[in-house]
């Protein structure tokens, strides 16, 4: 895309028509596409037609059309793409809960998917749609994108755990809230591998723990800040309106990310600027980090009894149980999401300073 060479078009223009072909009319996406008969769910509907929000399905999508309209000038997905960016609006949910869930039926309802993902709306979900909402308003100057993100940002405070009740590393919330009324979900699980147990959920949350950190001052200091800006103003430097700077990167990392490498939390995100990283990095080349999330290895099929004298623990079942869990200690080794991100931090770091 960068250097219009045309034997890189090929495979970019079919990237396209997959996001394009794969889009619902209302400006959804499902989670898999194309359908691949029905999916198995332990006796529940199959979800993966499901409008999907949870894995940043439509925020990613929206992105990458983005990106396609700035850089290839291919029109054809402009109106997809602002159908899919309106369609966040609609995806809100009435007061007392006015905010999103991660996944929802073609007519727009909240909805189950996996077991042990309920029926729900979830603050860090809502704190993403307000996230891409606040953007939203920035590419195209409309009021529609901010007319609600005040109560969604009033729900999420509303929500937040007292400094009493928060995990030590920071973790301020919980996931789960029933839709219409605001009561706080419990998802438990019985047996101790896929083969003997299962997932489910109802108001019993005494086993509930914190699971997500949001930045509500933040949040609504952007909405603030937006709030205030005319529609000129706050579209100034909008890629959809043909203005602003190149949204593709020299680097593709220039920012943090989470991915699927848990031994990044929260807490080590917000980690220490470049001078420290330098200092922090070993001889080897890498950030040494403690790897205290694990799973067990891959064995075959669990037993269909859990094992005599097995105790819960919360995270992970038996040694059949292929879960991640987090355990006091660890070995010290490398975590690829702490290196990507440590890797970013010194990449932005370059660019600016030498912009």
Do not use: C
Not at 218 to 231: G, K, Q
Request: net charge negative.
């Amino acid at each position: 895309m960068e250097k219009g060479d045309s034997k890189y078009r090929r495979p970019v223009d079919k990237a396209v028509n997959f996001v394009l072909e794969s889009q619902y009319p209302n400006g959804g996406w499902p989670q898999r596409w194309p359908r691949m008969g029905e999916f198995r769910n332990h006796g529940r509907p199959d979800y993966t037609g499901y409008i999907t929000m949870n894995d940043e399905v439509s925020e990613e999508n929206i992105r990458f059309l983005l990106l396609v309209l700035q850089q290839l000038k291919d029109e054809r997905v402009r109106a997809p793409l602002v159908k899919a960016m309106e369609l966040i609006i609609e995806l809100q949910q009435p007061q007392p809960t006015p905010g999103w869930a991660m996944q929802y039926t073609l007519d727009l309802d909240p909805v189950a998917a996996r077991t042990y993902e309920p029926r729900s709306i979830t603050p860090h979900g809502t704190a993403a749609a307000v996230t891409q909402l606040l953007d939203y308003y920035e590419l195209t100057g409309e009021p529609k994108y901010l007319a609600r993100v005040g109560e969604a940002i009033d729900w999420i405070a509303s929500v937040e755990l007292p400094p009493e009740k928060r995990a030590s590393d920071g973790r301020n919330f919980y996931r789960n809230y029933e839709p219409g009324t605001g009561r706080l979900i419990g998802t438990h699980r019985r047996g101790s591998n896929a083969q003997n147990g299962e997932y489910w959920s109802d108001f019993d949350t005494s086993r509930v723990r914190p699971e997500k950190v949001i930045d509500v001052a933040a949040l609504r200091a952007r909405y603030e800040r937006l709030s205030a800006l005319s529609p000129e103003e706050a579209s100034r430097n909008s890629a959809l309106l043909g203005r602003g700077p190149l949204l593709l990167p020299r680097y593709v990392v220039t920012h943090e990310v989470g991915g699927s490498d848990l031994n990044v939390t929260e807490a080590t995100r917000r980690a220490a600027g470049v001078e420290t990283l330098i200092s922090q990095l070993n001889a080897e080349g890498y950030w040494p980090v403690e790897l205290r999330t694990t799973s067990h290895p891959y064995k075959g099929d669990g037993p269909a009894e859990p094992p005599p004298g097995f105790v819960d623990r919360g995270q992970v079942g038996d040694e059949w149980d292929t879960s991640p869990f987090t355990e006091p200690t660890g070995p010290i080794g490398i975590s690829t999401g702490t290196y990507i991100n440590n890797m970013s931090r010194l990449i932005h770091y370059l660019a600016e300073t030498r912009a």
